[in-house]
């Protein structure tokens, strides 16, 4: 997916590529079930188009950019209301046509297992990158960057928190400014939350999973079936916050705290049921999820210290214990390997890292996209400096936003912002 946006982009702005695919070759993967260019994985929508939407606002931005994939899907669209869903067949088949007509891409059909020293390389490799290629990016990045597994917990828009149920503090500290937003639980309701955990239907784990699930962390449902107490002594352990039975904790995914993850509740929860249980909890009985937890194979760089705002391999925040001789320069990411997870962050960041690409390429200055567009703020949620860094999916949360206006003048606000500032930008 994002591995052919950015061969396109960088075809029409004059370069040659060689563009590899190895399902081209071997047919499948353990999710692909084709050899076509931009298998969609899974589902066949792109998600919503309206601006008042996340992904609407994306898409906007996508389309005012000059997406090529994005064209291939609005030809292959078929009727699902108010979302972009395609005939998978015909959409691969369009971004093949585009491909293979396009006179400055070689379409190689095979497998990449090592990168050329010293040629622009730009890696769009999936979460199902091949075995040889993972070894070499583990290789060069220094073992402990690459990840093979996935482990989310839930992120809440901050506006649907009730404050009036929760309160900030941090554990077994007094002051004034505290990280942790605690909501907590009374008896009754624990042991219901618990209940429900303990009956809830999980997503089953495909058989390539199966070794690597439980290697991170434990779900929390599975947890709740060791035993209705071990949560109140695990994640939801009240101990130096006051007097309660149970807390879950919420601590800040961004800088200006529109989001809150759910501390140590990553599950396999189907979605539903995560937000049916979730809301159980007073403080969250009108959360908003921004993302819902997951937990699955999934590879993976830890892009806030590997790469720059560009998209590129630049080791912003510590030294590569890789030679730069043996890179390929400049050595650019995109798609799910950068942790900017879903079809449409896909093309968006395929777009993304060959745009910078070319202007790198050409000699140009760096120039970033402007404030307030949904672009940035992905490319931001995943190269800014952070600890347990996990995949993200674009959602309204990410963006830049006044902290005085009412919900709905919100959206208008980011729909406002996004638009503008791309327009004067293009
Ligand atoms: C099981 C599963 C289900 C998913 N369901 C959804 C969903 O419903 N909706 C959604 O939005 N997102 C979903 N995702 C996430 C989805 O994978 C990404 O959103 C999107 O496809 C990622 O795009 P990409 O370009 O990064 O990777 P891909 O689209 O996977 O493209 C990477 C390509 O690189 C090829 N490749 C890998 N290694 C090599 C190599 N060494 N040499 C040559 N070629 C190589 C692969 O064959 C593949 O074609 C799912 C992911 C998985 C694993």
């Known amino acids: 997916m994002a591995g052919c946006e950015a061969a396109l982009q960088l075809a029409c702005r004059g370069f040659e590529i060689d563009l590899y695919e190895m399902r081209k070759g071997t ?27 996340a992904h609407g606002l994306l898409k906007n931005e996508l389309k005012m950019l000059g997406s090529f994939l994005l064209q291939a899907a609005e030809k292959a669209r078929v009727p699902a209301g108010e979302s972009l869903s395609v005939d998978r067949a015909l959409f691969s088949k369009e971004v093949e046509r585009l491909i293979t007509e396009s006179k400055k891409i070689t379409l190689h059909p095979k497998e990449c297992t090592e990168l050329a020293t010293q040629a622009p390389t730009l890696v769009a490799a999936g979460p199902l ?8 990016i583990k290789e060069l990045t220094g073992g402990e960057f690459l990840r093979f597994f996935d482990a989310i917990a839930p992120v809440i828009d901050s506006d649907s928190i009730d404050y009036s149920q929760a309160f900030a503090m941090n554990r077994r500290e007094k002051g004034e400014t505290a990280d942790f937003i605690n909501c907590p639980l009374d008896k009754e309701t624990y042991l219901e939350f618990v ?3 303990q009956e809830a239907d999980s997503v089953e784990e495909k058989p390539f999973e199966k070794k690597e699930l439980f290697e991170g962390c434990l779900p929390i449902e599975e947890m709740a079936r060791r035993g209705t107490d ?12 006051g007097k309660h039975y149970a807390i879950i904790q919420l601590r800040a995914e961004n800088a200006q705290k529109t989001l809150y993850n759910m501390v140590g509740f990553q599950t396999r929860l189907k979605w539903n049921t995560q937000k049916e249980i979730f809301r159980l909890v007073p403080a969250l009985k009108n959360a908003e999820f921004a993302r819902l937890g997951s937990m699955h194979r999934n590879t993976f760089i830890k892009s806030p210290k590997l790469l720059d705002n560009s998209l ?16 390929p320069t400049p050595l650019y990411f995109a798609g799910q390997i950068t942790g900017a997870e879903g079809y449409t962050e896909a093309i968006a960041t395929g777009w993304y890292a060959a745009w910078n690409m070319a202007n790198s390429l ?29 995949p993200m999916n674009f959602n309204f949360g990410l963006l830049p936003r006044p902290e005085n206006l009412r919900k709905s003048e919100k959206k208008l606000f980011l729909i406002e912002q996004s638009q503008k500032n791309l327009i004067i930008f293009i």
Not at 41 to 50: A, E, I, P
Not at 129 to 136: D, F, H, M
């Open 129 to 136: 990158c091949s075995e040889a290629l993972a070894a070499q």
């Open 362 to 390: 050409q000699n140009k200055a760096f120039e970033p996209l402007p404030h307030g567009t949904c672009i940035r703020a992905l490319i931001e949620a995943i190269t800014s400096p952070k600890e347990d860094f996990q």
């Open 230 to 241: 071990t949560l109140r002594f695990g994640p939801m352990r009240p101990v130096g916050l």
């Open 195 to 197: 209940k429900r955990l």
């Open 312 to 327: 590129k391999l630049a080791t912003p925040h510590s030294p590569l214990p890789t030679p730069h001789s043996l890179l």
């Open 27 to 53: 047919g499948k993967t353990q999710a692909h079930k084709t050899g076509d260019l931009a298998e969609l994985v899974c589902s066949n929508s792109f998600k919503g188009t309206q601006l008042a939407s």
